[in-house]
């Protein structure tokens, strides 16, 4: 049975940091867990700013001392709506991506919850920036809030149809335990989903060595029966689980479908090695999170977890 028991939220400050606090402030009520919401700026210390003339003079730039940060946090806090409940306020200094992990670790942390960008900014937040470097080197699942996501309150966050894409990969099986988790406390649905990108979009041509149509058959009818055996042993009586399988590209078949089902959230397995999971983690990932209108969770495999910096 999953059970968060100290939830991390990282927000900047905006007011786009009001939705995914709202999720995380959500959970953490429900599994009466500790939330701790974390702001992570350049530098506490004052910055010298040198001149661009010879003539010029140097000026010292003072950042927002950690007292005003903190009074920041508290004030999205009480935006999100969760001013009632027992949180903790954490302002730390040094690269974003890597104060978020070193918190996630110090304070073991079992549910990182973040928000994009949906401005400019957001391939940049995307790609080879803070959000990536949290998602690939977390030690603990990530639900992120897209900025499509719509805006709720904290006694409104339910997930009662969760979409679960499924490659049957360790990752991927550890994010259908989560999603009948969470789909149980609302009485609610998970779909799995199966998306065969081989083969997708080709047709029988005139020298074809075997029938495509009944391969495809083939390929539909065994990941059928693999669902149905993974959904085997799960009781029905508290949600419903039912099975899907789709030709395409991976993200277009996932974001399809969690429009067709009006899901509330898409719980999917990063791998992170080859196949399917690879294009989970990378392009597809970053895909479904730019477009999707509910929260993703990411579940990232223990044998791929590593910390952003060896040593």
């Known amino acids: 049975m999953v059970e968060f028991t100290h ?11 009001v939705r995914p606090l709202t ?7 429900w599994y009466d867990a500790r939330l701790t919401v974390l702001h992570v700026v350049p530098t506490f210390d004052p910055i010298t700013v040198r001149p661009v003339t010879v003539d010029g003079t140097v000026e010292v730039v003072q950042p927002l001392p950690r007292e005003a940060v903190l009074e920041g946090l508290q004030q999205v806090v009480e935006s999100a709506g969760a001013g009632s409940q027992d949180v903790n306020l954490a302002a730390e200094a040094g690269d974003a991506s890597q104060a978020i992990i070193d918190q996630a670790l110090t304070l073991r942390a079992d549910l990182l919850v973040m928000g994009t960008h949906g401005r400019s900014g957001f391939t940049r937040f995307m790609v080879g920036s ?3 470097k949290v998602l690939g080197h977390a030690p603990c699942p990530v ?21 679960c894409p499924m490659d049957f990969s360790s990752s991927a099986e550890q994010a259908f335990g989560f999603a009948l988790d969470l789909a149980r406390q609302a009485d609610g649905t998970v779909t799995l989903l199966h998306v065969i990108e081989w083969l997708a979009e080709e047709e029988p041509r005139p020298h074809a060595r075997f029938d495509i149509p009944e391969y495809r ?3 539909t009818t065994t990941a059928h029966d693999r669902m149905v055996a993974l959904a085997a042993g ?17 993200h277009r078949q ?5 429009d067709e089902i009006s899901a509330d959230l898409i719980a999917m397995g990063a791998q992170g ?26 579940i990232r495999s223990a044998e791929t977890q590593r910390p952003l910096n060896p040593s």
């Open 143 to 163: 639900l992120m809030v897209p900025p499509h996501v719509t805006e709720v309150l904290p006694t409104e966050v339910r997930f009662g149809n969760i979409l």
């Open 254 to 258: 996932i974001l399809s479908v969690a």
């Open 217 to 219: 058959g083939h390929l």
């Open 273 to 298: 090695l080859g196949g399917f999971g690879l294009a989970l983690f990378g392009s597809t990932m970053q895909q479904v999170v730019r477009a999707a209108h509910c929260p993703v969770l990411v």
């Open 23 to 29: 999720y995380a402030a959500a959970l953490a009520r």
């Open 234 to 250: 799960e009781s029905r009586t508290w949600s419903k689980i039912q099975d899907k399988v789709v030709f395409g590209r991976a």
């Open 130 to 132: 803070v959000a990536e």
């Open 7 to 17: 939830i991390l939220c990282p927000i900047d400050l905006s007011e786009a940091s």
